[in-house]
């Protein structure tokens, strides 16, 4: 069994904790929920919406800074995902909820959820790259005609059919590759683009059941980009769970040339015809392909994620969850700016997402009545390494995800323009309606809730709130979007606008609270659920 690490602080540490995560308007709601109010008279309204004003109030700009402080601050060395400052910051935020009342809900009875995140190391010395026919075997070098991502954990073999570039259309019907070995062309060189179009060709090839897939790479890789690549791929990385990436070999194009001309096949000639409309695939008659990336184990580690619930006052409606989420995360201490600042504090990316979910939860459990739907405080780490909490939560849920009715993720809310936070994902369900409406009941936050308005970054697809999305729950995400001081050492807090992080806080505490309390759950928009289901199936 792998050990959890401990969240024992410091005597100093703990002292920091209690002065900045204590709530500084609300008295814990230790005890249980009081019964829902009776609406059936004209007063109630009123002293619910009295209520519901009076936890707003608790949210405050001078609140909102100093918690963004204590999570920004360099004694906490910028929160990476492992280290024992992401543990002080998890701890800090269980204290929170805990002395709100809200119970815990992650794993036996805690508010933390761990997860697996060892350092893995590729075995050089045992990669390889061999194409065989009945008469004779090839090897290839690794370093100078291919290198590696991902690993095996035994020998992955069969034989080799060239899709072209990889489309749905030509790898063909789930299952159609098994026992077989995808080659695909991936033109281009390791940009943005193409680190896109790779992923969506290994998607495809494990959609169709295929071993592993060989990546023909272009004419613009040079020699030293190999040696370069291949080096790069033998470096330690932390894996999610100890599972390994899916198998993937980057042959040039004269490793390639030798494979296809084994197989009687002219790859000039079919790999300029790869991107034509109606190619189909090409099966390179035998030819074998044997392929091994064994990785080990390097180093055990756990990393958290903390959960608490506040529970709903309806006896029914209770058991379903609105989740509201943030990564309090960054990405630790790196390379040194030019004023020798080497600790990425991530003031505005998260802490200030965290600080809002922090907020909202002591607004929430200050109300007499609660709404009636439980609402979920969850904050994930390894958001910086690639979703990576949010994605172990949602493949580990602590709750029932089938009762989970909403995603409402805050990540980056204090910085940029000061009256304006972009709502991503507004068209995909009936949460952008939502938004819309709140915003309008509340014009004294001076704040427009705008669309998307970087539809070509794709951001709905890029934050926590995916994880949910896949799982086909409705999202809404709160950005503010990049600045200059984006994963750099300059994200400090005395940069947050507080104010406007208290506004936009406020904003989604009445939206949580809408969500929590409508009769119907949020649907999805069947054009903004199908192109999910395109990406993630």
């Known amino acids: 069994m792998t050990r959890r690490p401990s969240l024992v602080l410091s005597v100093g540490a703990a002292l920091a904790l209690a002065a900045c995560v204590a709530p500084s308007s609300v008295t814990p709601a230790a005890s249980p929920a009081p019964a829902p109010v009776d609406a059936s008279g004209p007063g109630a309204a009123v002293s619910a919406d009295a209520a519901l004003e009076r936890g707003a109030a608790t949210i405050t700009a001078a609140d909102f800074i100093s918690r963004v402080t204590f999570l920004a601050s360099d004694v906490m060395r910028g929160r990476d995902t492992p280290s024992r400052e992401l543990n002080i910051a998890a701890e800090a935020l269980a204290d929170h909820y805990r002395r709100l009342g809200a119970e815990p809900a992650g794993e036996n009875g805690t508010y933390y959820q761990w997860y697996p995140f060892p350092l893995m190391g590729l075995t050089q010395a045992e990669t390889r790259l061999n194409f065989a026919t009945a008469r004779r ?28 570039r990889g489309t749905q259309e030509q790898f063909g019907a789930a299952g159609s590759l098994r026992e077989r070995i995808a080659v695909v062309s991936l ?183 609660r709404p009636r739907r439980s609402v979920v405080f969850l904050n994930v780490s390894g958001e910086e390494k690639g979703l990576l909490g949010s994605e172990w939560y949602a493949d580990h849920p602590t709750l029932p995800l089938n009762q989970i009715v909403a995603n409402v993720n805050i990540d980056m809310i204090g910085r940029n323009a000061p009256d304006s936070i972009v709502v991503i994902g507004k068209e995909y369900s009936t949460l952008g309606r939502t938004v819309n409406e709140v915003r309008a009941r509340h014009p004294e936050l001076n704040l427009v809730a705008a669309d998307d308005i970087w539809p070509e970054e794709r951001f ?77 199936r």
């Open 137 to 164: 075997t090839e090897s290839l070098r690794l370093g100078r005609d291919f290198f590696t991502r991902g690993g095996t954990a035994a020998d992955v073999s069969g034989g080799l059919v060239f899709v072209g």
């Open 187 to 369: 033109p281009g060189r390791n940009v943005s683009a193409w680190r896109v179009e790779r992923n969506r060709q290994v998607s495809e090839a494990r959609r169709a059941g295929a071993s592993a897939v060989v990546h023909v790479l272009d004419a613009v890789w040079t020699a030293d980009s190999i040696a370069r690549y291949a080096e790069l791929a033998a470096r330690p990385v932390r894996s999610l769970g100890g599972v390994v990436a899916f198998p993937q070999f980057f042959v040039t194009q004269a490793a390639a040339r030798r494979i296809f001309a084994t197989g009687n096949v002219n790859f000039d000639q079919v790999v300029s015809q790869a991107g034509e409309s109606g190619f189909r695939p090409i099966t390179l008659s035998g030819v074998t392909v044997v392929g091994a990336a064994p990785v080990r184990e390097i180093e055990r580690s756990m990393a958290p994620n903390v959960v608490a619930v506040l529970r709903g006052s309806d006896p029914v409606l209770r058991n379903e969850y609105v989740v509201v989420s943030s990564h309090f995360d960054h990405v630790g201490v790196g390379a040194p700016d030019a004023r020798g600042d080497s600790i990425y504090n991530g003031a505005d990316d998260d802490a200030s997402g965290t600080t809002g979910v922090m907020e909202i939860a002591e607004a929430l459990a200050s109300l007499p009545t």
């Open 460 to 536: 709905f697809f890029r934050s926590d709130h995916f994880n949910f999305a896949r799982k086909e729950v409705p999202v809404i995400f709160f950005f503010n979007g990049v600045h200059e001081d984006y994963h750099r050492p300059s994200d400090h807090a005395e940069k947050i606008d507080e104010d406007k992080g208290a506004r936009v806080s406020r904003l989604i505490y009445y939206l949580v609270n809408d969500i929590a309390n409508a009769d119907q759950r949020p649907q999805w928009d069947p054009r903004g659920l199908e192109e999910v289901r395109n990406l993630t």
